[in-house]
């Protein structure tokens, strides 16, 4: 796989994350404790802020504890009514 390295960052470990024209960066914890970063080049500025987006919407809408149970609760309550309605 000529030049890649995986590796897994636990969505917990996110410090920050930020895009800028093409590079999105994500600071975050390594199993030490230590503040890493990692960013990386993408073909378009669109393409790091649609990585950016994914990544903090994610957070903001399934992950948040505030946010989590509105957004389930519209969810769950939308579904109902789209069954009740066949």
Do not use: N, W
Not at 9 to 18: F, G, H, K, R, V
Not at 22 to 44: A, C, N, P, W
Not at 65 to 71: F, I, K, L, N
């Amino acid at each position: 796989m000529g030049g890649f390295v995986f590796s897994s960052i636990p969505y917990t470990a996110i410090q920050s994350a930020a895009s800028c024209r093409r590079v999105f960066h994500l600071v975050y914890l390594d199993i030490g404790g230590e503040e890493q970063m990692f960013s990386v080049k993408l073909d378009t500025s669109q393409a790091a802020s649609g990585l950016y987006r994914a990544i903090t919407e994610k957070h903001a809408f399934y992950s948040c504890e505030t946010v989590r149970s509105a957004v389930t609760t519209q969810f769950i309550r939308d579904l109902k009514v789209s069954q009740h309605s066949m």
